[in-house]
């Protein structure tokens, strides 16, 4: 809880009780002093009862982005940004799985270490079969090469390195 949160708790809290007890060793002349009073102690209790809900809610927040933040704090940079970069070569170039891993840590690529990389393929959210169907298509509009020369390249080691089961969704999609 931080520190103007507290002050501003034992502020509220000073202010209940100091109206009830003020109240108590005094003689009142008037019962419109009396509601006056009673309307202020209320308030006030209303008023702590609202902080303390805010102060619940706020640690109730910190604890749940707890371990979000500690998490994220524990991923060392060099694995988010090549995480950062995995999903760029998916969502630009439509890359495959391995073609990415082979582009994070090639010495043209990105030059991450394997461990970076494979950080990376772990957790990017890739289409893979997407993915492939969009090269397809761009080999099929660009090259007007034919589904079994499609399939191949998709598959080539030194083509698009997709899976054989991506590869064929690729083809048995292409309109």
């Known amino acids: 809880m931080n520190g103007v949160l507290k002050g501003a708790l034992a502020c509220l809290l000073a202010g209940c ?3 009830p007890l003020g109240g108590c060793g005094a003689s009142k002349t008037s019962s419109a002093a009396d ?40 991923v060392p940079t060099e694995y988010t940004s090549a995480l950062r970069q995995a999903e760029n070569y998916s969502e630009m170039m439509h890359m495959s799985k391995q073609g990415i891993y082979d582009q994070l840590t090639s010495e043209y690529g990105g030059q ?21 169907l969009a090269q397809a298509e761009n080999y099929q509009e660009m090259m007007a090469m034919s589904p079994d020369a499609i399939y191949d390249q998709l598959i080539s080691e030194y083509g698009g390195k997709f899976t054989p089961e991506e590869a064929q969704y690729a083809v048995d999609h292409l309109s």
Do not use: C, K, M
């Open 17 to 19: 009780l100091a109206l």
């Open 112 to 132: 991450f270490s394997a461990e970076a990389a494979q950080y990376a393929i772990d957790h990017v959210e890739a289409d893979w079969n997407a993915n492939a």
């Open 35 to 74: 509601g006056d009073d009673q309307a202020s102690v209320a308030e006030t209790e209303q008023a702590a009862e609202e902080v303390g809900s805010v102060q619940a809610a706020e640690e109730q927040a910190t604890q749940e982005s707890a371990p979000a933040q500690a998490q994220d704090e524990s």
